[in-house]
């Protein structure tokens, strides 16, 4: 049978406080189409988000997204 291509769009974080069992409902950082993303702790202590996204789809480009703890778990101190 025939299936509908998997569509990921809204590419969101969310943090877990307990190894995975809950999650946080999350930031999105991009409502557009995505694909694969890599996370990682900068030595400035905010979190750097490597991303495939794109107006139509999401292979078009890499972006890079920052920000930090504070924004991802309350809204504040936005740095993107």
Do not use: M
Not at 41 to 63: F, M, Q, R, S
């Amino acid at each position: 049978p025939n299936q509908a291509p998997l569509v990921r769009t809204n590419l969101t974080i969310r943090v877990s406080h307990d190894e995975g069992k809950n999650w946080t409902a999350g930031k999105t950082v991009f409502h557009g189409p995505g694909a694969y993303s890599s996370l990682a702790v900068l030595a400035d202590g905010t979190i750097g988000l490597l991303y495939e996204t794109g107006t139509i789809h999401p292979y078009e480009k890499i972006t890079f997204a920052q920000f930090n703890l504070e924004w991802l778990l309350d809204q504040k101190g936005a740095k993107r």
